[in-house]
């Protein structure tokens, strides 16, 4: 349960949406219920495209990005002359493909799919914004809601941007949060600069001399030369990275042979892993020596070896100005010592980064507690329907805040 702090108590925005809780938890475990994968988010974006018309937003465009929808609410007045005209909102609407396990009466009612994530708690914050924007307007300029498929690996916000997403919406910036199991609820985190690392995928490919594993001098073998490749990754970083910055290099997959061939040296070997970096100069460092100790490693054995590697999700790096302004309209609601201003980053990965290399804006945490003792992508997570009006207040005042009347 989230107490109410006397910031929130005196905030009319909160005390609203607070009041519509209950349909906002409805709407949330509606979605928790009938989760789809990303770009498959038809009847997600359906019922997002239905509340958005109750709520009374002024335009509502679909198939942005394949499944994308947004909303566009016009303030009382038009922009002033020197403020912001359009300030843009996002929340991801796709599940995982993950078997869920609780037994709860709103679980997945679909096999193998499941809302692991949040991102139904993170639509339904950005529907209950939506509701109180249309109704009250105390702004100037256009809040622009986006509603983005596919995060989970698909790139649902390039795929948006690709499509025309600030070109017919252009907005001055953007924001997004992200609920944060490890953080309690009723606070706010960030910090000025990088959030979460951008995500590699890299395939290394072995290449020997197929043989009889009684006699393994007359073969190549690409099981040991993939061995030797995994060991020697791990100096990568230890051995090449300024222990100021920060990298992770996981091989995280392996393939070779047939396990029903127990005598059989096989031809090929395949890895499989992940690189995360924050710093451009960091992500080029490891993919060049990551290579080469590859084909280097290789070479001893008489094998060869090669690198594909492929640069997924960028960085995601909160602009100083737009994550300060967040910060302070968080304090505002919630109070100073409940904001955490130099979150520590994440290594994990988020396409919001896109968004922000297109626009200045800020990717926030909202704390919900450790429901169940459950991370994100746990078979037991679930989203704290608690903290549904505050994070909706948050993302509602950030609007008010930056287009004044």
């Known amino acids: 349960m989230?107490?109410?702090?006397?910031?929130?108590?005196?905030?009319?925005?909160?005390?609203r949406l607070a009041g519509w809780q209950p349909e906002l938890m409805a709407f949330r475990r509606d979605l928790h219920a009938h989760p789809e994968l990303g770009f498959e988010e038809v009847r997600t974006a359906s019922k997002v495209v239905e509340a958005l018309r109750v709520c009374g937003v002024d335009e509502v465009h679909t198939g942005i990005g394949k499944t994308g929808v947004v909303g566009v609410i016009r303030g009382s007045r038009p922009a002033g002359a020197h403020g912001a005209k359009a300030i843009g909102l996002r929340a991801d609407m796709d599940a995982l493909p993950m078997r869920e396990e609780n037994d709860f009466p709103w679980?997945?009612?679909?096999?193998?799919?499941?809302?692991?994530?949040?991102?139904?708690?993170?639509?339904?914050?950005?529907v209950g914004t939506a509701r109180y924007l249309a109704q009250t307007r105390q702004f100037a300029g256009d809040a622009v809601l986006i509603f983005q498929p596919g995060e989970e690996g698909f790139a649902g916000a390039k795929a948006m941007i690709d499509d025309g997403l600030f070109d017919r919406f252009p907005v001055d910036s953007v924001y997004a949060m992200h609920n944060w199991p490890s953080m309690q609820p009723g606070t706010i985190?960030?910090?000025?600069g990088a959030m979460m690392a951008a995500a590699d995928r890299i395939e290394i490919t072995v290449n020997g001399r197929g043989g009889h594993g009684a006699?393994?001098?007359?073969?190549?073998?690409?099981v040991l030369v993939a061995a030797h490749i995994i060991t020697a990754a791990q100096s990568l970083v230890s051995r090449n990275v300024n222990p100021l910055d920060s990298a992770v290099v996981s091989l995280c997959?392996?393939?070779?042979?047939?396990?029903?061939?127990?005598?059989?040296?096989?031809?090929?070997?395949?890895?499989?892993?992940?690189v995360r970096t924050f710093k451009r100069e960091v992500q080029d460092l490891i993919e060049e020596r990551l290579g080469r100790l590859a084909e280097s490693v290789a070479l001893g054995f008489g094998a060869t070896a090669s690198l594909d590697y492929q640069r997924v999700y960028p960085a995601t790096i909160n602009t100083?100005?737009?994550?300060?302004?967040?910060?302070?309209?968080?304090?505002?609601l919630v109070g100073e010592d409940k904001v955490v201003r130099e979150l520590v980053?994440?290594?994990?990965?988020?396409?919001?980064?896109?968004?922000?290399?297109?626009?200045?804006?800020?990717?926030?945490?909202?704390?919900?507690?450790?429901?169940?003792?459950?991370?994100?992508?746990?078979?037991?997570?679930?989203?704290?329907?608690?903290?549904?009006?505050?994070?909706?207040?948050?993302l509602a005042t950030l609007v008010e805040r930056a287009m004044p009347l």
Request: hydrophobic fraction near 40%.
């Open 320 to 332: 100083p100005r737009e994550a300060a302004f967040a910060a302070d309209v968080a304090a505002s």
């Open 345 to 394: 980053p994440s290594m994990g990965a988020e396409d919001f980064s896109f968004m922000l290399q297109a626009r200045p804006g800020a990717y926030l945490r909202i704390g919900q507690g450790g429901e169940g003792g459950c991370f994100l992508h746990s078979t037991r997570y679930d989203f704290n329907d608690e903290i549904l009006p505050l994070g909706s207040a948050l």
């Open 189 to 192: 985190g960030l910090n000025m």
């Open 107 to 126: 679980r997945s009612a679909t096999q193998g799919l499941m809302h692991g994530c949040g991102h139904d708690g993170h639509t339904a914050m950005l």
């Open 215 to 222: 006699h393994p001098y007359m073969a190549i073998d690409p």
């Open 2 to 15: 989230m107490r109410e702090s006397a910031p929130l108590a005196a905030s009319g925005a909160y005390q």
């Open 253 to 274: 997959a392996m393939q070779a042979g047939d396990l029903g061939a127990f005598s059989v040296i096989p031809r090929q070997a395949k890895l499989m892993g992940t």
